[in-house]
């Protein structure tokens, strides 16, 4: 089963920061350049900032950059998916207000007709 599971994995050669590595993996050649990009730009950014500083500090800074950005993303996700769920009580609350109010102008209708 294993030895299945390894048959998948890809290897692809990187080369991020002028650091030259492979990654193994289940991934498409897009996704993990895609990853490598965004790995690239965002220790690039920091290079540009601090160009004297040594290569493990910028992996380290370009580590806790990209873990903030994953962590405010996940924060708004949860925050959005709060909202989604508030949105969907409201619109459901919405729903049968509405049906109510039908409901009664359905019989001040059916009053008025009386009337005339």
Same mark, same amino acid.
């Given at each position: ?5 390894? %048959?998948?994995?890809?290897?692809? /050669? ?16 897009? +996704?993990? &350049? /895609?990853?490598?990009? &965004?790995?690239? /730009? ?7 900032? +601090? ?18 950005? +994953?962590? /405010?993303?996940?924060? %708004? ?14 619109? %459901?609350?919405?729903? %049968? ?20």
């Amino acid at each position: 089963m294993i030895e299945e599971k390894n %048959q998948n994995k890809k290897k692809f /050669k990187l080369n991020i920061l002028g650091d030259k590595f492979t990654v193994t993996g289940e991934f498409s050649e897009d +996704y993990i &350049h /895609k990853l490598a990009e &965004h790995v690239e /730009k965002t220790g690039r950014e920091i290079r540009n900032a +601090y160009p004297k500083l040594p290569f493990r500090r910028l992996s380290h800074l370009t580590m806790i950059n990209l873990a903030d950005e +994953y962590f /405010k993303l996940r924060s %708004q996700c949860v925050d959005l998916s709060k909202e989604k769920e508030r949105l969907k009580e409201a619109n %459901q609350s919405l729903h %049968q207000e509405l049906k109510k109010l039908r409901r009664e102008n359905e019989e001040l209708t059916n009053l008025l007709e009386e009337v005339d």
